[in-house]
Nanobody, 125 residues
Framework: VQLQASGGGLVQAGGSLRLSCAAS????????LGWFRQAPGKEREFVAT????????FYGDSVKGRFTISRDSAKNTVYLQMNSLKPEDTAVYFC???????????????????WGQGTLVTVSS
């Protein structure tokens, strides 16, 4: 499985960006897909996940209400719509795929089996 993330860039505070992650998995709809981020000098942080078929979504507390995760199974792509961006959202964003996630572990990076290369999001104040 390969994951290709894109859509990062430089945006002013209060602006929006949409990240995309294209997956090569054949049975895309059976897997959970998530986004994590890592800022310089900080630990990796859970951002959002769409669980298996996409019926359930989960968000980190710091992005809840501002970010929206969605998936297009026909395109094997998961999106992260980021609104009301803040300078503290600056980080490298990674998409990840979990083959057999269970609900209690969706926020753990170690639960995911495949990772994309990351895309940098920079939010200026």
């Amino acid at each position: 499985v390969q994951l290709q993330a894109s859509g990062g860039g430089l945006v002013q505070a209060g602006g929006s960006l949409r990240l995309s992650c294209a997956a090569s998995a054949r049975t895309f709809r059976n897997y959970s897909l998530g986004w994590f981020r890592q800022a310089p000098g900080k630990e990796r942080e859970f951002v959002a996940t769409t669980f298996r078929s996409g019926s359930n979504t989960f968000y980190g507390d710091s992005v809840k209400g501002r970010f929206t995760i969605s998936r297009d199974s026909a395109k094997n792509t998961v999106y992260l719509q980021m609104n009301s961006l803040k300078p503290e959202d600056t980080a490298v964003y990674f998409c990840a795929l979990g083959l057999s996630l269970i609900l209690s572990t969706v926020r753990r990076g170690s639960s995911y089996d495949y990772w994309g290369q990351g895309t940098l999001v920079t939010v200026s104040s």
